[in-house]
C-alpha cells in the first residue's frame, strides 16, 4: 500500500559519528573531492570540527555489482540501513536513517547538485541510483550531525550524503563488467574515457540491469547513461559538465504486517501479472463483503477467497514503480588571487514518475472489479549555486548561496482494465488516458539558502564558526480537485542557523574535537506528506500556526590515528523541536486526507565507537558500534470536532530507532585475490508510537571473495562472486514502508531477501 501521505514528516531522529574523515569544502567546488579516490577503502581523516566521513570507489567495487552507495554506508556509525533486495536499490524499500533521523530529515547532494530527500515520492529530487551509476561515483561522504553548512539542502535536520563523480582522468579507456546471479539476475556496464589528465577529458557509460522479484512475479530494471567533461579553458580557469539519463520500472513486493507473516509466511507477495483471473475472484468477493473477508452471500462473486486468503489487501493485482529522469549540470570555477577560489554551477532536472496499484476499491468502467489507481509525478526544476572560499592569515573564508525553481506537478489518477479476462495494461509500462482524476495539484516552490563560515588556525586549536538561512516559499493550486485536498501559500523561513565547532591537537595521533549545530526543516510540498495532504479546511487551520521542525545538535568526542590504528569515540545530545505528524484517516491504498499538527519534541542520547585496523600479510579488520537512546518527549493529542484524544507517547522510544547497531568485517587483499566477510547486527525496531509492536533483531553475514589475473592491460581481469546475507536469514528489512501507526499492527513491514549470490567479471583497457 503506497502512501506516502502516511509516512510522519518526523518519524525517527538522530545519532553521532565516531570517526571523522577529510577537509569540508564548499559544495560548489566539491567535485575535486573525487579527484583522486583515496587508496583507504575508508577515509577518518584528522582535523576537523566535526563528524565526517568518507568512503572511496574501492567500498562499492567490492560490493555486489550495481549495489547502491546507500548500502555501502551502512558500516558506519549510527547509519540504519534498510531495503527488501540485495542491492539496496529498491526504491519503495530503501531507507537510511542517521542518529534516528528519518531519510526525508537528511540531505543528499550530488557533486552539489540537490537530491531533495531521496524518498519514493521525492518532489524536489531524484534517487542517487538514478543519478549516477555506482561505478562513477569517487567518494561518499557522510556527515553524521547536521550535516555540511555548505549543502544545498533544507530539509538536512540530521545529517547529510554527499556524493562526488569521478573525475574523468580517473576515468580513461576503457572499463566494462558483466554480472549474472539469484533470480535471473544480469547487468552490464560500460565506460570509455578521453582525453589527457591534466587536459580536456571526458567520459561516457551505460548501465543495463534487469532480474526477477527474489518472491513473486514481476522483474525490476533500469537503464542509465552518464556522462561528465572537464575542459581547462586556462590558468585556474575549469569547465565542468555532466548529463544522466535514467528509465527505471520496478514490479513492487507486496506490504505486509507481523499477523500476515505468521499466516502467510515472507514469501507472500501480490498477484503478479500470470494471477490475473485469481486477483479478479478476490476483487469480486472484496466488493460482495465489504472488504470485511468474510463468506459472500452474492453467488456471482463466488463463496470464499482462494486459499490462505482471508483478506482484499493480503495481496494486489501487481504494482510498479516508473521513473524516468533526466538531469544536466554546467559548471565554473575560477581562481582568484593567490588563494581564493570562486565556483558556480547551474542544473536542471526533469522527472515522469508514477506508481502503480491494482486497486480492488474503485471498478473500471469496463466492469471489472478493480482499476489501475497511479500516484504520478511530475518534476521541473531548474537552479544555480555558487561560492567562494580564500585564505586570510589564519582565516580560512567560505560564502556561498543557492537558488532553486521546482515546478512540481502531483497528481492521483485511475486507469481502466480491458476486460474480466484481459487487463489490456501492463503494469511496466506509463499508463495513459484515465477514466477518472481525483486530484491533480502543481506546486511551485522558491528556495533561496545562504551560508558563510570561517576556519580559524590557531596551530594545534581551530575553531570554525559559521551560519545559513534560507527562504522557501511554496504556492499550491488545483488542475483537478475532487477530494479536496489544500492549496494555497506556505512560507518557511530561518536566516540564521548557528555553527560552532573547534578541534584541538593532543599530540601522537589523538585529538579532541566538539561542536554545536542548529539547524530548521522546511515544509514538505507534496499531496501525500506536509501540509497540503490535509483538507482545504484542515490547511487553512494550521497554515498560520504551524511550525517547522529544528534541531539542536550538540557533540564531542576524541579520535586517534596512526599508520596502523585509527579509531574514534564520540557522544552527542540532540533536542528536536517542533515534531510534525502526518495523520492518516485511511487504508494507504485509498489514498484519503491527512491529518498534520506539531506534536511536541524529540530527544536523543547517543555513543558512537568505531576502528579500523590494518594487519600484516593484506589482512583489516573494521568494527563500529552504537548506541542509541531516542524518545518522544510529549503525549500526542488529537482533537476531532468536540474529542479529544490523547496518546501516551512521552517517554517511548522513536520508530525505527534500534538503540544497538554493530558492524564488524575482516578483510583480504593482494595482488591476486581479495575477499571480505562482513556482520551486521541491529537490534529491535519498534513500528508504532506506542511501542507495543517490534520486528526483532538480525545478524546478517555478506561476503565477497575475488582473483585478479594480469594480462598486461590497464587493470587485471577479475572474476568476483558476492553472497548477499550469506546464511538465508529470513528476516523484516524495511519497516515504515507504509507509514507508522499508534498502536498494534500493521500493514508497514517488508521482507529482506534472501541468500542471493553474484559473479562478475570485470576488464579494463
Known amino acids: 500500500m503506497r502512501i506516502v501521505a502516511v509516512l510522519l514528516a518526523s518519524t525517527s531522529l538522530f545519532a553521532a559519528p565516531a570517526f571523522a574523515a577529510a577537509q569540508e569544502a564548499p559544495a560548489a567546488e566539491e567535485a575535486i573531492a573525487a579527484d583522486s579516490a583515496a587508496s583507504e577503502i575508508v577515509v577518518l581523516g584528522a582535523g576537523q570540527t566535526r563528524q565526517v566521513q568518507e568512503l572511496s570507489t574501492a567500498e562499492l567495487t567490492?560490493?555486489?555489482?550495481?549495489?547502491?552507495?546507500?548500502?555501502?554506508?551502512?558500516?558506519?556509525?549510527?547509519?540504519?540501513?534498510?531495503?527488501?533486495?540485495?542491492?539496496?536499490?529498491?526504491?519503495?524499500?530503501?531507507?537510511?536513517?542517521?542518529?534516528?533521523?528519518?531519510?526525508?530529515?537528511?540531505?543528499?547532494?550530488?557533486?552539489?547538485?540537490?537530491?531533495?530527500?531521496?524518498?519514493?515520492?521525492?518532489?524536489?529530487?531524484?534517487?542517487?541510483?538514478?543519478?549516477?551509476?555506482?561505478?562513477?561515483?569517487?567518494?561518499?561522504?557522510?556527515?553524521?550531525?547536521?550535516?555540511?553548512?555548505?549543502?544545498?539542502?533544507?530539509?538536512?535536520?540530521?545529517?547529510?550524503?554527499?556524493?562526488?563523480?569521478?573525475?574523468?582522468?580517473?576515468?580513461?579507456?576503457?572499463?566494462?563488467?558483466?554480472?549474472?546471479?539469484?533470480?535471473?539476475?544480469?547487468?552490464?556496464?560500460?565506460?570509455?574515457?578521453?582525453?589527457?589528465?591534466?587536459?580536456?577529458?571526458?567520459?561516457?557509460?551505460?548501465?543495463?540491469?534487469?532480474?526477477?522479484?527474489?518472491?513473486?512475479?514481476?522483474?525490476?530494471?533500469?537503464?542509465?547513461?552518464?556522462?561528465?567533461g572537464v575542459v581547462p579553458l586556462g590558468e585556474g580557469v575549469d569547465l565542468d559538465g555532466s548529463i544522466s539519463y535514467s528509465d527505471r520500472a520496478e514490479q513492487d513486493y507486496q506490504d505486509l504486517s507481523l499477523e500476515m507473516i505468521d499466516r502467510l509466511g515472507y514469501d507472500w507477495d501480490n498477484f503478479g501479472p500470470s494471477r490475473y483471473a485469481e486477483a479478479i475472484v478476490v476483487a469480486d468477493v472484496a466488493a460482495n463483503t465489504g472488504y470485511s473477508g468474510v463468506t459472500p452471500t452474492n453467488p456471482a462473486a463466488g463463496t470464499t477467497y482462494p486459499a490462505p486468503f482471508v483478506i482484499a489487501d493480503d495481496a494486489y493485482y501487481d504494482a510498479s514503480g516508473l521513473r524516468k529522469d533526466t538531469l544536466g549540470s554546467l559548471g565554473l570555477t575560477i581562481a582568484t588571487g593567490d588563494t581564493g577560489k570562486l565556483a558556480i554551477k547551474g542544473y536542471y532536472h526533469e522527472n515522469d514518475g508514477q506508481g502503480t496499484w491494482g486497486t480492488p476499491y474503485r471498478a473500471s468502467p469496463s466492469?471489472?472489479?478493480?482499476?489501475?489507481?497511479?500516484?504520478?509525478?511530475?518534476?521541473?526544476?531548474?537552479?544555480?549555486?555558487?561560492?567562494?572560499?580564500?585564505?586570510?592569515?589564519?582565516?580560512?573564508?567560505?560564502?556561498?548561496?543557492w537558488y532553486e525553481k521546482n515546478d512540481f506537478i502531483h497528481s492521483r489518477k485511475f486507469y481502466g482494465y480491458e476486460s474480466r479476462t484481459n487487463p489490456g495494461r501492463d503494469h511496466r509500462d506509463f499508463q495513459r488516458n484515465p477514466f477518472f482524476t481525483q486530484w491533480s495539484i502543481a506546486f511551485e516552490t522558491d528556495t533561496i539558502q545562504y551560508y558563510v563560515s570561517d576556519d580559524i588556525d590557531l596551530g594545534d586549536l581551530k575553531i570554525n564558526v559559521g551560519w545559513k538561512g534560507f527562504s522557501v516559499d511554496t504556492n499550491a493550486f488545483s488542475l483537478v480537485n475532487t477530494s479536496g485536498l489544500a492549496t494555497g501559500d506556505i512560507k518557511v523561513e530561518d536566516w540564521f542557523q548557528p555553527h560552532v565547532g573547534l578541534n584541538y591537537q593532543l599530540g601522537n595521533g589523538l585529538e579532541a574535537f566538539a561542536g554545536f549545530t542548529q539547524v530548521t526543516r522546511a515544509f514538505q510540498a507534496s499531496a501525500t506528506g506536509g501540509p497540503f495532504s490535509t483538507t482545504q479546511a484542515g490547511f487553512d487551520a494550521i497554515k498560520d500556526t504551524l511550525k517547522p521542525e529544528s534541531s539542536d545538535t550538540y557533540e564531542a568526542g576524541l579520535r586517534y590515528q596512526s599508520g596502523i590504528i585509527n579509531a574514534s569515540f564520540a557522544g552527542y545530545y540532540v533536542q528536536f523541536r517542533d515534531r510534525l505528524l502526518v495523520i492518516p484517516t485511511a487504508v494507504g491504498i485509498v489514498g484519503s486526507a491527512n491529518a498534520l499538527q506539531n506534536v511536541g519534541a524529540v530527544r536523543a542520547?547517543?555513543?558512537?565507537?568505531?576502528?579500523?585496523?590494518?594487519?600484516?600479510?593484506?589482512?583489516?579488520?573494521?568494527?563500529?558500534?552504537?548506541?542509541?537512546?531516542?524518545?518522544?518527549?510529549?503525549?500526542?493529542?488529537?482533537?476531532?470536532?468536540?474529542?479529544?484524544?490523547?496518546?501516551?507517547?512521552?517517554?517511548?522510544?522513536?520508530?525505527?530507532?534500534?538503540?544497538?547497531?554493530?558492524?564488524?568485517?575482516?578483510?583480504?587483499?593482494?595482488?591476486?585475490?581479495?575477499?571480505?566477510?562482513?556482520?551486521?547486527?541491529?537490534?529491535?525496531?519498534?513500528?508504532?508510537?506506542?511501542?507495543?509492536?517490534?520486528?526483532?533483531?538480525?545478524?546478517?553475514?555478506?561476503?565477497?571473495?575475488?582473483?585478479?589475473?594480469?594480462?598486461?592491460?590497464?587493470?587485471?581481469?577479475?572474476?568476483?562472486?558476492?553472497?548477499?546475507?550469506?546464511?538465508?536469514?529470513?528476516?523484516?528489512?524495511?519497516?515504515?514502508?507504509?507509514?507508522?501507526?499508534?498502536?498494534?499492527?500493521?500493514?508497514?513491514?517488508?521482507?529482506?531477501?534472501?541468500?542471493?549470490?553474484?559473479?562478475?567479471?570485470?576488464?579494463?583497457?
Do not use: C
Not at 576515468?171 to 582525453?195: D, K, P, Q
Not at 472489479?369 to 555558487?386: L, N, Q, V
Open 367 to 401: 466492469g471489472v472489479p478493480m482499476s489501475i489507481r497511479t500516484t504520478e509525478y511530475d518534476i521541473k526544476r531548474k537552479g544555480a549555486f555558487a561560492s567562494w572560499t580564500g585564505d586570510f592569515g589564519m582565516n580560512k573564508l567560505l560564502i556561498g548561496g
Open 605 to 765: 542520547l547517543g555513543l558512537e565507537a568505531a576502528v579500523d585496523v590494518k594487519l600484516p600479510g593484506g589482512f583489516g579488520a573494521f568494527a563500529s558500534y552504537s548506541y542509541n537512546d531516542t524518545t518522544y518527549r510529549d503525549d500526542v493529542t488529537i482533537k476531532a470536532g468536540a474529542t479529544t484524544t490523547v496518546l501516551p507517547t512521552a517517554g517511548k522510544t522513536v520508530v525505527d530507532t534500534p538503540k544497538h547497531l554493530l558492524r564488524g568485517e575482516l578483510s583480504y587483499d593482494t595482488d591476486m585475490f581479495y575477499g571480505r566477510l562482513g556482520v551486521n547486527y541491529m537490534s529491535k525496531r519498534f513500528f508504532n508510537y506506542l511501542n507495543d509492536r517490534s520486528v526483532g533483531s538480525r545478524t546478517l553475514v555478506d561476503a565477497t571473495i575475488g582473483y585478479r589475473l594480469d594480462i598486461g592491460q590497464r587493470q587485471p581481469v577479475e572474476l568476483q562472486l558476492n553472497a548477499v546475507n550469506l546464511f538465508d536469514k529470513r528476516y523484516v528489512a524495511t519497516i515504515g514502508s507504509n507509514g507508522f501507526g499508534f498502536s498494534g499492527d500493521n500493514q508497514t513491514l517488508l521482507a529482506g531477501a534472501p541468500r542471493q549470490v553474484f559473479a562478475t567479471l570485470k576488464v579494463g583497457f
Open 62 to 228: 567490492i560490493l555486489a555489482s550495481g549495489t547502491s552507495p546507500l548500502k555501502a554506508i551502512e558500516k558506519l556509525p549510527s547509519v540504519n540501513f534498510q531495503s527488501a533486495d540485495a542491492f539496496g536499490n529498491y526504491e519503495w524499500s530503501t531507507r537510511v536513517t542517521i542518529r534516528g533521523f528519518s531519510q526525508n530529515q537528511l540531505g543528499f547532494n550530488l557533486d552539489g547538485i540537490p537530491l531533495g530527500d531521496m524518498s519514493y515520492g521525492n518532489a524536489n529530487g531524484l534517487h542517487i541510483s538514478r543519478a549516477i551509476s555506482p561505478e562513477n561515483i569517487g567518494i561518499t561522504r557522510v556527515s553524521q550531525g547536521s550535516g555540511s553548512i555548505a549543502a544545498q539542502s533544507t530539509n538536512n535536520l540530521g545529517g547529510t550524503l554527499e556524493f562526488f563523480s569521478l573525475d574523468p582522468k580517473d576515468a580513461l579507456g576503457v572499463t566494462a563488467s558483466g554480472s549474472y546471479g539469484s533470480a535471473n539476475t544480469y547487468r552490464g556496464f560500460a565506460r570509455i574515457g578521453l582525453g589527457t589528465t591534466d587536459g580536456a577529458r571526458a567520459y561516457a557509460s551505460v548501465q543495463y540491469q534487469n532480474g526477477d522479484k527474489w518472491k513473486g512475479d514481476g522483474q525490476q530494471r533500469t537503464l542509465m547513461f552518464n556522462g561528465r
